[in-house]
């Protein structure tokens, strides 16, 4: 069965071209924070922000899940930008993990 985004397109496209496409824009990486219990909040929070560039509110957010769940999904996106995040949180030694999938 055809999503209608596939029956949009030509049928010239082959499904092999259709899954490259699609799997170039999804976000198949993700950057995990883990706790450590060594780094104070407003420490990864300030970190948070430098690496992902997001609110304050946001880095609050993920750092108290990191906190009560021990461990939070930072971020998402290609392999080079999560290597990227990934090594901007590691520069005060946090923990962190790609994954991807």
């Known amino acids: 069965m055809l999503s209608p985004w596939q029956a949009s ?14 799997s170039d824009t999804l976000d198949a990486y993700r950057v995990v924070l883990y ?3 060594v780094h104070t909040f407003d420490e990864v929070i300030l970190q ?17 899940e990191v906190h009560t769940k021990g461990l939070s999904i930072i971020y998402a996106g290609t392999l080079p930008a999560c290597l990227k995040v990934s090594a901007i ?9 790609i994954q991807t999938g």
């Not at 397109?9 to 699609?22: P, V």
């Not at 948070?48 to 108290?64: F, L, N, P």
């Not at 949180?89 to 923990?95: N, T």
């Open 35 to 37: 706790n450590d219990e």
């Open 9 to 22: 397109h030509s049928e010239e496209q082959t499904e092999a071209g259709t899954r490259e496409t699609l």
């Open 48 to 64: 948070i922000i430098k690496a992902i560039q997001c609110t304050r509110s946001k880095a609050e957010k993920h750092t108290w």
């Open 89 to 97: 949180l590691e520069e005060i030694d946090l923990k962190t993990e």
